[in-house]
Structure formats: C-alpha cells, structure tokens
C-alpha cells in the first residue's frame, strides 16, 4: 500500500513570496506519477503540476516547481512570486504507473497574505 | 468542452431515507471515483470503478453504494445506513495512470 504525509497542515506566506510544501511518501513501486493538486475556496479539485518518476528533470508550470527527489521519495512543491490567488488547500497525490487509484495525502492550507 | 458534471450543487437528506448523487463524465475515461471530503480535511475514497458494470470499494464504502451501467455515469447513493453523510462529495474520472479531473462537488446536508 502508498502512503503520502504531508507534514505541514498550514503555512503563510506574504504576497509575492515563495513558499515550499514538503511531501513524502511510501512505496515499492519503481514506476509512477506524482501530482500536486489545488483546492481553492470554491473547492474545485484543480491539478497543478505533473510528475514522471522515470524523468529526472523536475517538473515546472508557470510560478509552480516541484523538487522531486526519487531516492528519498520525497516531492515537494514551490510556489514564487505568491499571489492572493493561490490561497488554497494543497494535495499531494502518488499513483502506480498503470494503477486506477489515487493517493492523497491529508493537506497543506497556504494562505497567502496581503 | 469535456468535462464531469455533478449534479445536484446542494442536496438535503432527511432521516431514513436514500439520496443519489450524480455524476457524467464525457472524456471518454475508463475510470470513475467518488471521495467524501469533511471540513478541513482530504480527500478520502468511497468507491471507483475501472470498467463499465464493476466497481470496488474504496477506504469507506459502509453505507454507500454505487452503479456503473455505463461508462459515462457513476451515481453514488447515500444510504439511510450512512449515519454522518453531511460532507462535501467529489466525483472524478481517470485514464490509467493519468491524473484525475474532478468534478465541482455536491455539498450534503441533513435536515
């Protein structure tokens, strides 16, 4: 079974910023997917960046980066430049490469600060 | 534009009775998924289904139930046997190994 641990069930951050979410987790599999995942107050579930354990090149998207470190099965997320759209609820979320089931980890709430 | 539609946004549920929860999907995705989220918390897993006319049971399936007759639709009932059903309901679909797209979410209530 996977387990994901996000240790940070809240952090703050000042406009225009950077803050980095940790998030680790437990597996024997060799090939899988990593995401981030965005839940603004709206609640929409809003993927936000997109890992391949087999590439070593860590994954960007705009403001987001992930520093994704296989052998300490570690993933955690950056966030620069923070603005007061980003607050939200941050998921971490791990699934075996051909696997139908997701996941997650408990959640970091990001507020981010005028 | 593909996408999952849940439908209804809100829904009340007296005591003893069973409400239904929908969700469509047209992308076109093998898989479907139903998560509970409770205020402040994650995502936890009801049920999913991989193909049509199967399903298996997630991490809290007692006093829920689903059907998955076609590939675009996976209604889930809540159950009188569901004895804390007020939370918010997350529908999702997948390819294998694909990220999840979500749907908007049905809050639910006891009157």
């Known amino acids: 079974a996977q387990t994901v641990t996000q240790s940070q069930p809240e952090m703050s951050v000042q406009e225009a910023e950077t803050v980095t979410l940790s998030c680790t987790y437990d597996?024997?599999?060799?090939?899988?997917?990593l995401f981030w995942y965005k839940q603004p107050p709206s609640r929409q579930m809003i993927l936000v960046i997109r890992?391949?354990?087999?590439?070593?090149q860590n994954a960007t998207e705009n403001r987001f980066s992930v520093n994704f470190q296989k052998a300490a099965k570690s993933f955690s997320l950056k966030i620069s430049d923070s603005q007061l759209g980003d607050t939200a609820m941050y998921f971490c979320?791990?699934?075996?490469?051909?696997?139908?089931?997701?996941?997650f980890g408990a959640g970091t709430t990001v507020t981010v600060r005028a | 534009d593909g996408g999952i539609t849940q439908s209804p946004k809100y829904l009340f549920r007296k005591e003893g009775q069973n409400v239904t929860l929908s969700c469509e999907q047209n992308?076109?995705?093998?898989?479907m998924y139903w998560y509970r989220q409770d205020p402040g918390q994650g995502l936890r897993l009801i049920y999913y289904?991989?193909?049509?006319?199967?399903?298996q049971k997630g991490d809290i399936a007692e006093g829920y139930s689903v059907s998955r007759e076609k590939k675009e639709s996976f209604p889930l009932t809540v159950t009188s046997a569901q004895k804390n059903p007020t939370a918010f309901y997350l529908c999702a679909s997948s390819s294998r190994g694909w990220p999840q797209h979500f749907g908007d979410g049905t809050r639910l209530s006891i009157l």
């Open positions: 289904s991989q193909i049509v006319n199967d399903f």
């Open positions: 992308l076109n995705h093998d898989a």
């Open positions: 597996t024997s599999e060799n090939n899988y997917y």
């Open positions: 890992q391949e354990a087999y590439k070593q």
């Open positions: 979320a791990f699934i075996p490469f051909n696997d139908y089931k997701l996941s």
